[in-house]
T-cell receptor, first 112, second 117 residues
């Protein structure tokens, strides 16, 4: 099975940078994904890391360290529209090959 | 946007009644999933399908059954709804298995809000 831990809430100022951490305990870990969900909406995919290192997609970057069982999502130049919940999710190989297990989510509030 | 439609979007029912939620996709993706989302628990996998008539249990499958008779449709049934099944249910699809040619990417429907009184 897999379990993921991430902070429940984060507050940051518009224009600033914020990092949302995720640690995981897994069997058969394959990769780490990040999803964004606005209130009342559906989760939408942001990024995926299967290898160690940083993946950059515009203002968002995601990092993975397999040796530390740790990853983070970095949001730069924060905008008010970035206020949402962010979920890390781990995909597993072997018996868990079809399952994506989600963390409980981090609610990001961007303030002026 | 991925073509995923969930129905009904909202439903209120009473304890003990059967409920079926439908997920319909137009993407011809092989893999389909049902998740439930509750405050403090995030998204938890109920059941998933890796092909027509091929399904398996997820983390919280008790009290739920699924069927997939066509590639495009994945049904979630609560045989006898209970108040603990009050939740928002999300259907998701993926093109590849999550450990195969893997991008970790799921496409989600807009959700079905179920209230069991």
């Amino acid at each position: 099975g897999q379990s993921l831990e991430q902070p429940s809430e984060v507050t940051a100022v518009e224009g600033a940078i914020v990092q949302i951490n995720c640690t995981y305990q897994t069997s058969g870990f394959y990769g780490l994904s990040w999803y964004q969900q606005h209130d009342g909406g559906a989760p939408t995919f942001l990024s995926y890391n299967a290898l160690d290192g940083l993946e950059e997609t515009g203002r968002f970057s995601s990092f993975l360290s397999r040796s530390d069982s740790y990853g983070y999502l970095l949001l730069q130049e924060l905008q008010m529209k970035d206020s949402a919940s962010y979920f890390c999710a781990a995909s597993g190989s072997g018996a868990g090959s079809y399952q994506l297990t989600f963390g409980k989510g981090t609610k990001l509030s961007v303030i002026p | 946007d991925a073509g995923i439609t969930q129905s009904p979007r909202h439903k209120v029912t009473e304890t003990g009644t059967p409920v079926t939620l439908r997920c319909h996709q137009t993407e011809n993706h092989r893999y389909m999933y049902w998740y439930r989302q509750d405050p403090g628990h995030g998204l938890r996998l109920i059941h998933y399908s890796y092909g027509v008539k091929d399904t398996d249990k997820g983390e919280v499958s008790d009290g739920y059954s699924v069927s997939r008779s066509k590639t495009e449709d994945f049904l979630l049934t609560l045989e006898s709804a209970t108040s603990s099944q009050t939740s928002v249910y999300f259907c998701a699809i993926s093109e590849s298995g999550l450990a195969g040619a893997n991008t970790g990417e799921l496409f989600f429907g807009e959700g079905s809000r179920l209230t069991v009184l």
